[in-house]
């Protein structure tokens, strides 16, 4: 077995656009990355991509000069991280996936499966936003949107491990069509991908994405357009989330954060005003951004590999 002052482990988040791997060392410090294109959309397996990604991530731990002691491995979706199977996640093409199994077979490492939104909320509750609170909502805006209740420091995952679907909570019940078969579901309007989607089939530039609609939305009246219906629709889906779960505070994530104040103020706005008997919660920006997860899945390795994870473990460094 390695020894835990030399163990490092490997962490690998499967996205709807991107794979990204990292070796991560014991200090929770990245030591080597690797991004490569999902394969979701281009009709090669993607289970066989993962499986890729993963073996050439072991070999550079290697060929870095330690032999890694772990693996986590976290996708969209539905997820028995018991079991290790990922039952459903359209973005990837991903159903029924016995996952866990299969990554231990190729790798001979211990292995932790999980959901992506539900990793990047132990890494906030370890490490970030959530440290020390007993209760917070996660919501990592990327490709989809999920979102992430942290109870006690530990995600809720539902009676069938698919807690957090929130992405398609029905907004507008008359809106756009969503890919799930709904019509109105919150990421249609308010994720990274949909925000992109959306600006293009309303006759925007295409291959414009949200960073770049963002950045247009103070000259283009269509991406302005597309954008305050984004923020709209969050700050009305948090509201309603706010109501059920009463949150400590609310941490946003993923890429779609970056844009700061641009995005956070008309959504604490929204929020606020739908909350007409109460104050709103504490509304914060994740500590890892779209690091998230894969640093929760370097956490979930750890514990699969029998490691110990302190307080603050791979905290940003000041």
Not at 30 to 45: K, L, N, Q, Y
Not at 195 to 206: D, F, K, V
Not at 222 to 234: E, I
Not at 249 to 255: E, S, T
Request: charged residues 20%; negative net charge; glycine residues 12%.
């Amino acid at each position: 077995m390695t020894p835990p002052s030399e163990s490092r482990v490997l962490a690998v988040d499967v996205g709807g656009t991107t794979m990204k791997g990292s070796v991560f060392d014991e200090d929770g410090r990245v030591r080597h990355s690797i991004v490569v294109p999902s394969t979701a959309d281009d009709g090669e397996d993607p289970v066989k991509a993962v499986r890729a990604l993963c073996r050439q991530l072991r070999d550079d731990a290697i060929e870095l000069g330690a032999a890694p002691a772990g693996i986590g491995v976290v996708t969209p979706g539905i997820v028995d991280e018991s079991a290790g199977v990922v039952k459903y996640a359209a973005n990837i093409r991903f159903r029924e996936v016995p996952l866990g199994a299969i990554i231990r077979d190729d790798l001979g490492l211990p292995v932790a499966i999980g959901h992506d939104a539900r990793a990047a909320g132990v890494a906030e509750a370890v490490a970030g936003a959530g440290r020390g609170l007993d209760n917070f909502l996660l919501l990592p805006l990327g490709t989809g949107i999920a979102a992430t209740v942290v109870l006690n420091g530990v995600p809720v995952p539902g009676a069938a491990w698919s807690a957090g679907e929130v992405g398609h909570m029905p907004i507008h019940p008359d809106g756009e069509p969503c890919s799930c078969g709904q019509r109105g579901c919150l990421e249609v309007y308010a994720s990274a991908g949909g925000i992109a989607r959306r600006y293009a089939r309303l006759g925007g530039a295409p291959g414009l994405d949200s960073e770049s609609i963002a950045r247009a939305a103070t000259v283009d009246p269509l991406a302005r357009r597309v954008w305050d219906a984004a923020t709209h629709t969050l700050g009305t889906a948090l509201a309603t989330l706010t109501l059920a779960l009463d949150p400590a505070c609310i941490v946003l994530g993923g890429g779609l954060a970056e844009a700061g104040a641009q995005l956070f103020d008309p959504v604490r706005e929204t929020l606020r005003a739908a909350l007409a008997w109460r104050s709103p919660p504490a509304l914060l920006r994740s500590d890892f951004g779209a690091r998230a997860a894969q640093l929760g899945a370097a956490i979930l390795a750890r514990r699969a590999a029998g490691l110990a994870v302190p307080d603050s473990w791979g905290a940003p460094r000041p």
